[in-house]
Nanobody, 123 residues
Framework: QVQLVESGGGSVQAGGSLRLSCAASRHTHNVFAMGWFRQIPSKGRERVAV???????RYVESVQGRFTLSRNKANNTLDLQMSSLKSEDTAIYYCAADRSWSRLWELTTPTYWGQGTQVTVSS
């Protein structure tokens, strides 16, 4: 098992940047694939970016080139650097983890979730 706690959300104007961080309760980098999802009001939860145990990252097309995902092995954290933010990025962002890459990226049904952090981008 692993517990996940997100931090770093907030409000920013369009074009600005925010950095989200997810702290894991245990060693994760060669055990769990991890990633960020987001939920927009009235819509389902969608994947944003995922990193596997080898360090390979994948991004949803809408954030490609604007968001950067990184894993800090020493601190057991997963960071999402978000730049050139748009109003449509406004959502609750969730950190997630699973031993299976497939469940995280393809099925989008990871086993472990954080509690979420709000990101609001104003135009």
């Amino acid at each position: 098992q692993v517990q996940l706690v997100e931090s770093g959300g907030g409000s920013v104007q369009a074009g600005g940047s925010l950095r989200l961080s997810c702290a894991a309760s245990r060693h994760t980098h060669n055990v769990f694939a991890m990633g960020w999802f987001r939920q927009i009001p009235s819509k389902g939860r969608e994947r944003v970016a995922v990193i596997d145990t080898a360090g390979t990252t994948r991004y949803v097309e809408s954030v490609q080139g604007r968001f950067t995902l990184s894993r800090n092995k020493a601190n057991n954290t997963l960071d999402l650097q978000m730049s050139s933010l748009k109003s449509e990025d406004t959502a609750i962002y969730y950190c997630a983890a699973d031993r299976s890459w497939s469940r995280l990226w393809e099925l989008t049904t990871p086993t472990y979730w954080g509690q979420g952090t709000q990101v609001t981008v104003s135009s």
